[in-house]
C-alpha cells in the first residue's frame, strides 16, 4: 500500500475513534455501528503492520531499542483495550445487536467504561509514539509547492 | 494482496483475543472469582442480586415512591427526606436534603 493511502487510512481510524468515544454527541446508535465498524480499518492497520509485531516479538528477548520495547508494550495494551472494549460492547449493545441483551450485566457494563478508557489513554500514547513517523509521511505526499 | 493475507493471522489473533475476554469475564460472573470488597466485586455480586450499580461499583437502591436510582435514596428506607420549605417542584421530598439546600445559597449584588 502507498505511503498516502497509509496515511489516509490512520487519519481516519484516528477520526472514526474520536467519534466513537463521544457517546453523547454522537447518539447510541451511531456509536454502536461506527464502533462496530472501526473494526475494517482496525484490522487493515494491523494487518499493515503486521511485520513489525511479528519481528518485534521475534526479538522480544534480544537487546532492544527502548522505544522500540516502549511501542510494544503500548500496541499490545490498546490490542487488549479496543478488543475487550467491543466485546464488552457487544455484549451491552441495545441497537446494533440488541439480541444479546440479555448479557448486559453491571460487570459488562464497568468492563466497556474501564477499557474505553484504556482505549483512549492509549491510542493518544500510540499517536503520540509516531509523531515523528506521521509529520514525515505527510511531509511527503503533501507537494513541495502548497506546503 | 499481501496485505489480504496478512489479515488471515490478524483476524485469528484478534478473534483468539475476543475468545478470552469473553471466557474470562463469564467465568468471573459464573464462579465470582473477583474478590469481595473490590470494586469489581461489589459490581459482581450486585450483578448476580439483580440491583443496578453506579459507576463506583456502589450498588444502588431502586426509590419505591419515584422508581430513581441511586446510591442512597431517604425515600428507599422509608421515612420521607425532611421537605425544605419555599422551594418550589419537591413534591414528596426525593431529592436528599444536601441538594435541596443548595438552591437556597443567597447572593449579594455589592
Known sequence: MKQRHRVVLDLALLAIMLLV???AKTGLGVHEWLGIAIA?????HLALNWDWVGSTIRTLFTKMAWDRRTNLVIDTALFMSLVTVAVSGIAISRIAVPALGALATPLWHALHGVSAIGVVAMSVAHTV???KWVANASARIVPEEQR | MKTLRRLVPVSVVTAFAALCVWGLVTVAQT???VAPGSV?????SAAVAGTPVADSGAPMQRCPRTGCAA???HGA???PPPRVSGQPGVAGGAQPTAMLREVEFEFDDD
Open chain 2, 40 to 44: 469489581a466485586g461489589r459490581v459482581a
Open chain 2, 71 to 73: 446510591t442512597s435514596c
Open chain 1, 21 to 23: 468515544a463521544n457517546p
Open chain 1, 40 to 44: 475494517v480499518p482496525a484490522l487493515l
Open chain 1, 129 to 131: 509514539m509516531h509523531t
Open chain 2, 31 to 33: 464462579t465470582a472469582i
Open chain 2, 77 to 79: 428506607v422509608g421515612a
